[in-house]
């Protein structure tokens, strides 16, 4: 009945000769290049899931760069999320992966700032389905927010050269070509939906983050957003080059075949490939994800930017207090070996640690691998003249436990509740909330994070200075962490 209802109110927009991203009843209406989609209306907000942004890589199109759509007249309801793509972890998946969500103030007018959201999950796993990347509440705030999914694993980067295209295909970053295609599909599109695609910035966490760094460092995506967040990234993180990333495909595919040289991996089905990606990965936890490649990634994220060859655009940048859900922790005698000092001498530097072990271990794995390299990436950013905030986000909300300390800050900026990942806020962790959500949204509108109400963000272009984020208090100035940053970067090749 919805379905019908829809079409009818779709059918008097067009007999009406309505403009595209315009409102019919309940239903709210766009027309982009691949048709005309109907969305669904909650509360204050329109949606629009679903939406394919370039053709499925199902059979001759698996590992290969993504493909457009044929233009079309044909009208489309865009009620349901699409299929996260395969991953080993989910049951229900698709090839047929390639789309996105968009969220709009429903009733508001144009042009409005674009956000696009992409996710984390190292590289392996996530999805634009996640009811922890409801847009909505940041579409109130007056913006346009998307939710693409990409390509993951053996799917998403996967650089074999028996498999290879053209020489754009060779590194087989297929996962980071994805996102550049669902950046031209927005370029073109968003305007359908009341957005700007002059004004759009990325956000993203972790293994999301540092694919918006590469997109920064790409000539290929560079004229396609305008700003950057990167949430949480591991910014001194090495990335397999060519060489490494054919041996995993080539083990990878002696794990699948074993079958006479007329086999096709294009043809396999996907289980077996699932099957064959999750052995890997038991093996090792870094077995897939972006590769140097030469063409689209010609270097490792912290080199590229202390080179300054990065976008010169605005960006904010930072980390949590504590990172340490993400995979497993390193054991104390692990982070004591690349420390390079005893328990004694690291804990004058972490007085506030405590005398567990395994909370230093914790604290020095979260600096190592997060806290420092942000540091590094937002001094190198600083340096180009952009416009650099960094924070440091330490609160945990009050009514949970907070051992899932990575990605903590998610349904804080995206305000959701009661959703798998996202317990109950309290009173006073919506507030912060909330300000952290306006943070992110006036710096997607005007590329600054301050505005009224707010405590004062400075900027960190000749200063150790952040925004420190916590249940008591947000406040900006000097990092009380620097001494301890500092040794971690002594020691780093790339300090």
């Known amino acids: 009945m919805r379905y019908l209802m829809a079409l009818v109110a779709a059918s008097v927009t067009l007999a009406q000769g309505g403009p595209a ?85 429903f009733g508001v007018d144009g042009p409005l700032p674009v956000m696009v959201f992409v996710h984390g999950g190292s590289f392996v796993a996530g999805a634009a389905s996640d009811p922890l990347f409801d847009g909505s509440k940041l579409a109130q705030a007056g913006l346009i927010v998307v939710v693409p999914n990409y390509r993951l694993g053996a799917f998403g980067f996967f650089a074999h050269p028996a498999l290879t295209g053209d020489a754009s295909e060779r590194g087989g970053n297929f996962g980071l070509m994805d996102l550049i295609a669902a950046l031209r599909w927005i370029h073109d599109n968003v305007a359908a939906f009341g957005g700007d695609a002059g004004n759009v910035t990325l956000f993203g966490e972790g293994s999301g983050a540092t694919m918006i760094a590469l997109l920064m460092l790409a000539e290929q995506s560079r004229a396609l957003f305008h700003k950057a967040i990167l949430q949480s990234i591991p910014g001194r993180e090495r990335l397999p080059s060519t060489a490494a990333a054919d041996a995993t495909a080539r083990e990878f595919l002696e794990i699948v075949g074993r079958v006479g040289k007329g086999f096709d991996p294009r043809a396999a089905d996907a289980r077996l490939l699932l099957a064959a990606e999750e052995l890997l990965l038991m093996r090792s936890s870094r077995r897939f994800g972006p590769m140097v490649d030469g063409a689209l990634v010609t270097e490792d994220v912290a080199d590229g930017f202390a080179a300054g060859r990065e976008s010169r655009i605005p960006l904010i940048i930072g980390s949590n207090d504590d990172e340490t859900s993400l995979g497993r922790a390193s054991d104390l005698k692990t982070e004591l070996d690349l420390a390079g000092a005893s328990a004694e001498e690291l804990r004058k530097l972490y007085p506030d640690v405590g005398a567990a072990p395994v909370n230093l271990a914790a604290q020095l794995y979260t600096d190592r691998v997060f806290t420092e390299p942000v540091r590094l990436l937002a001094r190198s950013h600083a340096a180009t003249g952009a416009s650099t905030f960094r924070y440091r986000f330490a609160c945990s909300p009050e009514a949970q436990n907070a051992d899932d300390s990575h990605g903590r800050e998610l349904q804080f900026v995206f305000g959701v509740e009661g959703v798998p990942g996202a317990g109950v806020l309290s009173r006073g962790d919506r507030e912060v909330a909330s ?48 001494a301890r940053l500092d040794r971690l970067a002594r020691r780093s090749p790339k300090g």
């Open 21 to 105: 991203g315009a409102r019919v009843g309940q239903y709210p209406f766009a027309v982009t290049h691949e048709g005309q989609m109907l969305g669904a209306v909650q509360g204050d907000v329109a949606s629009y899931k679903g939406l394919a942004y370039a053709a499925a890589p199902l059979g001759r199109l698996r590992w290969r760069a993504p493909q457009p759509l044929p233009e079309s007249s044909e009208m489309r309801t865009a009620y349901d999320d699409g299929a996260a793509c395969p991953q080993p972890a989910v049951r229900e998946t698709s090839e047929n992966c390639l789309t996105l969500n968009v969220f709009r103030p």
């Open 435 to 482: 300000a952290l959500r306006s943070y992110w949204t006036n710096f997607a509108k005007t590329g600054d994070p301050n505005g009224q109400g707010l405590p004062r963000w400075d900027a960190s272009a000749d200063r150790e200075r952040l925004l420190l984020i916590s249940n008591e208090r947000i406040t900006s100035g000097a990092d009380p962490w620097s």
